[in-house]
Every structure is written in C-alpha cells, then in structure tokens.
C-alpha cells in the first residue's frame, strides 16, 4: 500500500503486580494519520449504549439505541416540560427565556448510560455527537439567531482535573459550531466545590449550589444560550442564571441533552 508505514509501538499491560510488555503494530500514511480500519481491529468502536459494535457512519451511539431515547416530540413540547420544572421548583420560571431538550431521562435506560460514559467514563467524543443532535432541534430558532454566545455551566476546577474535562463544555461547543456561536467559558466560575447533585432531594439540591457561582468580572453580554447535560430540579441553571444575569445578561435560554422525569 503505497504511502502507509507500519509501525510498532511497545505498551505494556498491568494485572496485579504482573507487568506484560505488549507490542502493537499501527499502520500510518505519510502524514502520520493512523488508518481506522486497522485502529478498530485493537479498539473496537462500539455503542456507549448498548456496547454493540457501530456500523460504519455511526458516531459512538447506534441508530437503534437513538430511536429508544425518549424524545420530545417538538421543541414547544421541550419548553413546556422545562420550565413546568422550574415553577415546580421556585413557583416560576425563573426567568427562563426559551429552552431546549432532546430527551426524558430515566433511571436505568440506555441514555443513562450514555450519559455516564461521557461524565464518568472518558468518552468526551459523545459530547460532540450530542451537541450535533441538539442543534437539529433548536434549527433556525430566532431566539437562539439572536444569542450573542453560548456559555456551559461550569464544573468547578477539582472536577475538571478529576474528569480532565467539563462534558457540558463539550456539548456547547459542538452546539457553537452548528449554531455559528462563540462559547464562552470566562463569563461565570464555580466557585465552590460541591457534592454532587445526584441522590440529593430537590431542597438539598438548592443549598448545595447555594452561592457556588459567580461572575469572572468580564463584561457579559445581553443574550446567553445556557448549556447544561441533564436538567433535574432546575437548581445548578437557576443558580448560573443569577450570576450572569446580575453582571449584566437580559436573556438567557437554556439547552440541555435530557430532562430527567
């Protein structure tokens, strides 16, 4: 095969404290690109859903997987369903301008699971393929045309050493290149490290954000489309709302993956 190299990288493999060298041979063109083919032979590409492998041109999740999510049936549905959770929790919207959703999150389904990997597991690509997703259902929405920037709700410093990124961060900046959009991530801080949210009821869920935000100081501007993975109570959101919206925001829209129900 004219312009590829085979060439062989020595690892090694750790049961105990049993250490195995483990030779692995790649095959790369000219510029150095390894060739996927022979990559999934080692690694092979498999759905963060149901571990299925992929079918060429799937991206991380299959087809029959995505068509098992539960999703809204148009964005008005998703609006509804968003800020029907915030009245429940602080008896109104909260000032909520519009808001996106793809999906009803429930315990044990395979968006969960989906939604695991990214956060916990390491695979940051399904942050770029989901972002693709939400992009489709927010469209040419006037609302989201006239957002000055995309801002993702911050994971404060210690998570993102832990996790080596912020997976919402990665959602809005898939959703910044569909929609044409700057992210910005030098407009709000996590103060605070918190517990996590999970497992929390709805009241522990407010004090443990409770001042965990705060503005950078940089000048914010008047229209912000808010990206979060997973909206719950609506807590963490409210809580990064108040913060941009007291250094200067008029608007903010929110766009998340799932809701969970």
Known sequence: MRGWRLCRLHLATKQGSTVRPLVVFLLLNENGAMLDEVLH???????????????????????????SFDRFSDADAADRAVKQVFRRTFAADDGLQKAWTLYRFHKNDRLQKVIHAMKYEGVYRLGSV??????????????????????????????????????????????????????????????????????????????????????SGNAVPGNILLVDDVLTTGSTVAAVMRSLKSAGASNVSLATIALAV
């Open 41 to 67: 032979l080692f690694y092979p590409r498999v759905c963060a859903g149901c571990n299925a492998l992929l079918d060429e041109g799937e991206r991380e999740i299959c087809h029959e997987c995505i068509v």
């Open 130 to 215: 989901l972002g693709e997703l939400l992009a489709e259902m927010i469209g040419d929405s006037v609302i989201a045309a006239r957002s000055d920037c995309i801002v993702p709700v911050p994971l404060h410093q210690l998570k993102v050493i832990e996790r080596t990124y912020n997976q919402s961060e990665l959602i809005a900046r898939s959703l910044g290149v569909a929609l044409g959009k700057d992210v910005r991530v030098d407009l709000v801080a996590r103060k605070k490290y918190t517990r996590s949210q999970a497992g929390l009821s709805p009241r522990e869920r407010l004090r443990n954000v409770e001042n965990a935000f705060t503005s």
